[in-house]
């Protein structure tokens, strides 16, 4: 649960915006659904707590900057691909 969390975090602009997701994700009834903003809260603080390298990274809209990076990889494996004469390599 935290992992998925956490990787919704890095993507989000806002915390508020983390918290939202978190609720839509779950089934209804759950404990994730109950869970207030200021329970997520405290869950992220403890998260950033023990992990704090990632403190800048998270509610920081970093989605579309890491989509660009997984472009640019999917681009040189494809180029790669075609210099070698086969361009359906990843396909097969």
């Not at 993507?11 to 978190?22: D, I, Q, Y």
Request: hydrophobic share 40%; with cysteine; charged share 20%.
């Amino acid at each position: 649960m935290i992992k998925k969390r956490v990787l919704k975090a890095i993507k989000a602009s806002s915390r508020e915006a983390v918290f939202s997701s978190f609720r839509v994700d779950f089934p209804r009834g759950g404990l994730a659904k109950r869970m207030t903003s200021p329970g997520l809260q405290t869950l992220l603080v403890a998260f950033t707590t023990r992990h704090p390298r990632l403190l800048d990274c998270l509610c920081s809209d970093q989605g579309i900057g890491l989509m660009n990076i997984g472009s640019q990889i999917a681009a040189l494996v494809q180029n790669w691909f075609m210099r070698k004469g086969n361009p359906c390599s990843l396909g097969a």
